[in-house]
């Protein structure tokens, strides 16, 4: 078992609020003798809360070495009979009979960054009873202005004093690449505007495209765009990483930087529109700012670092 694994998932238990708003879903949605997909379960937190609302049966479904973890520590807690552990992905997986219920964690940092669109949407087709239940149910992006050292810092990393000067023009690459940052409620220069709120219930487009605009609200330095999710675990229970809230599970933030700092005032105007193609995993970000006539654009496929054999396709 890698160390990284297991620091990764010992990490998703330490978020605060995430399990007591994950076992309030649960209880809300999971009735006594429901069969439980939990997809993508890692070790198996969420199928575990299922089981002890009353599921009478749970597959729990990864293609990590995560999977040991959750087969182990279920058999131990007395549940072995009840569970079914599937080392794959779950677009590789076929299951026997359709489930009341599908579960997933796949919320990421920016929502959907992390698979949660594209997974439910083939647990729902593949594996759930027509009048089914997912765990969650809908997500809401917003984004704001960003202000901030430590994303100045990370974006910039490749053009720090102490690289080499041959190595500084990767910088091109970081500034086209998502980030992760834990970001302060002073970091923001804008109130955020919500992008948009999908509906993981439903079928939805494999391309996405929101416009917003933002006020700038001071005086400021304009680093890049700060991401996150609202989501809906049941109706009524929301799960957030929003720096603006004192129930923030505290898993980080996404930010997409812009290649050169720019200064901005209170009351500047800023349009920005986000693309996202969620199962390839590419992100594109505009941002215009009417006062100066600057407008700057970038995309993680200009982010990608491909080898000849891989340009040659």
């Given at each position: ?45 969420l199928g575990l809360l299922c089981l002890e609302a009353g599921a009478s049966r749970v597959d729990a ?39 009341d219920v599908i579960i997933c964690d796949h919320v990421g940092h920016f929502g959907f960054d992390y ?42 990393a490749w053009r720090n004093p102490g690289i080499p000067g041959e190595f500084h023009w990767i910088h ?142």
């Open positions: 078992m890698s160390i990284s694994i297991l620091d990764e998932h010992v990490g998703y238990l330490a978020l605060p609020h995430r399990l007591d708003l994950y076992r309030a879903a649960v209880a809300k949605l999971v009735g006594r003798g429901d069969h439980v997909i939990d997809v993508g379960c890692g070790t198996a937190v479904i990864d293609s990590t070495a995560a999977i040991e973890l959750a087969r182990q520590s279920l058999t131990q807690a007395g549940h072995a009979q009840k569970c079914n552990f599937i080392r794959a992905s779950s677009f590789q997986t076929t299951l026997a009979e359709r489930a698979g949660l669109i594209e997974v439910l949407a083939d647990a729902r087709q593949r594996f759930l009873k027509p009048a089914g239940q997912i765990i969650p149910g809908r997500l809401k992006l917003f984004v704001s202005a960003v202000e901030s050292r430590d994303a100045r810092d990370k974006a910039n091109e690459y970081s500034v086209n690449s998502k980030h992760v940052l834990n970001l302060r409620r002073e970091e923001l220069l804008a109130d955020p505007a919500e992008l948009c709120c999908i509906d993981l219930r439903i079928d939805n487009p494999e391309f996405f495209s929101w416009s917003v605009t933002l006020t700038v609200d001071r005086d400021g330095v304009l680093h890049g765009l700060g991401g996150w999710f609202e989501c809906e675990l049941a109706d009524g229970i929301w799960m957030t990483n929003s720096p603006l809230s004192d129930r923030s599970i505290g898993r980080g933030n996404a930010f997409l930087p812009i290649a050169e700092p720019l200064p901005v005032r209170a009351r500047d105007r800023l349009d920005v529109t986000i693309m996202a193609r969620p199962a390839s995993g590419m992100i594109a970000w505009t941002l215009n700012h009417p006062a100066t006539g600057k407008r700057v654009r970038h995309s993680t496929w200009q982010g990608e670092v491909f080898d000849p054999v891989q340009l040659a396709f």
